[in-house]
């Protein structure tokens, strides 16, 4: 299993695409480990034809997020509000932070 650089609730920002989707923001819903995917809030809208599975199902064409590639976001401080890369701040006691390697606070 791959170890990633980000969690679930995270904010996260794109790093890629064209100009209308490129530094848009969004909360990260789902992390895939395994793949190297994450599902963002808002980011990488896709139509799905769904048929109803059960009464009260929604049909027809949904448009929901789809997974991207964790690479093409990056972590967006809750501190500094700046994308920043994810370090670890080790303790005496043996716990371990994560921190923005720009302001260098804890998250």
Known sequence: MNKLHIKT???V???????????KTGKVLEV??????????????VKKHVKPR?????SGIIETESAIYASKVQVVCPKCNKPTR?????????????MCKKCGETF
């Open 9 to 11: 609730g995270d904010t």
């Open 13 to 23: 920002i794109l790093l890629t695409g064209d100009k209308e989707d490129r530094k």
């Open 32 to 45: 895939s480990p395994k793949e190297g995917k994450v599902i963002v809030e808002g980011i990488n809208k």
């Open 54 to 58: 059960k009464a009260g199902d929604p």
């Open 86 to 98: 994810v370090g670890v701040k080790v303790y005496e006691d043996g716990k371990k932070d994560r």
